[in-house]
């Protein structure tokens, strides 16, 4: 394939979105200060209809950057607390016995704050499974079936969620099946000392920036759309696939530290993902087909969350974003 096999359309569409994410960032940067690549990581989820997990410590603004960006995508936001004692009917809704005018009874269906375009599950890891699993079929399927009815979720719908690496009491793993379910497993890291001042400035003053939206919810789902239409070249889509056939230690070309560090290897769905987030990668630079550089560019954040250490990498020290690096060299 080639970029010829997009039409004249598309490439104007694809012109038009390397603007806007310009547009977006100056929007985002007047009130989050650095975290270039987290606030690029999830423009890229949004564009490829996924959803993304931000790890990072207490006080990294991870809350602020996805109400800032929910503000410049004008997306209704819901944020969602997640705790020891949330319920499922917490997050979907419940079904209350509501007294018509006619004075007939009859259950009303009340929906919950999974009915967003853009959902924040904040330290998603502190509730127990039944409650996490509650939002499996919202992320997989975009719908939610409470009572035995089925309700469609509003498009577009994004589940963002937070967690903190820190602290592990009173907290839940979340199950593989789950984790599998996020595109981006993004880290957050602490800012330079420069960008740490201009925190300080900006939020110890009296005068606060406020953030114009950049794309309306229709404009969004179009650039999904056209995403997908982005051609990827039978090489990259090779490469691709190669690199996660290379994280499974039974597979016999696989590297020896992949076979002495890893228990289990990333499956089919990061090989998609690689795929689609790359393809994203390169539609907001403005470039109509992805390379083997973009592969490269999202790899860490779409593969950490699925390979899975076993004994001898915990007892050598060694961390999942090494075997990744290791794995392209």
């Not at 806007?20 to 270039?36: A, F, R, S, T, W």
């Not at 690199?243 to 230690?249: G, L």
């Not at 228990?263 to 795929?275: D, E």
């Not at 994203?280 to 630079?285: H, K, Q, V």
Request: glycine share 6%; aromatic share 8%.
């Amino acid at each position: 394939m080639s970029e010829k096999t997009l039409i004249t359309s598309d490439v104007e569409g694809i012109e038009k979105l390397s603007i806007k994410y310009k547009e977006l960032n100056d929007e985002v940067g007047k009130i989050i200060v650095g975290q270039k690549k987290v606030l690029r990581d999830i423009i890229i989820t949004i564009l490829s209809r996924g959803h993304c997990l931000l790890i990072g410590v207490p006080g990294l603004a991870k809350t602020l950057i996805v109400k800032t960006f929910s503000e410049a995508l004008d997306l209704k936001f819901n944020r969602i607390q997640f705790t020891p004692d949330l319920m499922p009917s917490d997050i979907v809704g419940t079904e209350i016995l509501d007294n018509e005018s006619s004075g007939v009874k009859k259950f009303k269906f009340i929906k919950g704050p999974v009915f967003a375009n853009m959902i924040l599950a904040d330290e998603i890891n502190r509730t127990p499974p039944k409650t996490q699993s509650a939002l499996l079929e919202a992320m997989q399927e975009h719908r939610v079936t409470a009572a035995g009815n089925t309700y469609i979720l509003e498009e577009p719908f994004f589940v963002l969620a937070t967690q903190n690496p820190i602290e592990q009491e009173g907290t839940y793993p979340l199950p593989e099946a789950q984790l599998d379910r996020f595109m981006f497993n993004i880290n957050l890291g602490y800012p330079t000392g420069e960008e740490e001042i201009e925190i300080v400035k900006r939020t110890t003053g009296i005068a606060q920036d406020t953030v114009k939206p950049v794309f309306s919810q229709k404009e969004i789902i179009e650039f999904q759309g056209l995403i997908r239409k982005v051609p990827a070249s039978d090489e990259v889509l090779t490469y691709a696939v190669s690199i996660v056939k290379k994280t499974r230690p039974e597979t016999a070309d696989s590297p020896k530290f992949i076979k002495d560090y890893i228990r289990w290897g990333a499956g089919p769905r990061a090989s998609q993902y690689l795929i689609l987030s790359a393809k994203a990668l390169a539609a907001i630079e403005g470039r109509y087909t992805p390379s083997r550089d973009d592969i490269k560019n999202v790899a860490d954040a779409v593969l950490r969350h699925r390979l899975l250490l076993n004994f001898n990498a915990e007892a050598d020290g060694v961390k999942i974003d090494e075997i990744i690096n290791r794995i392209f060299e």
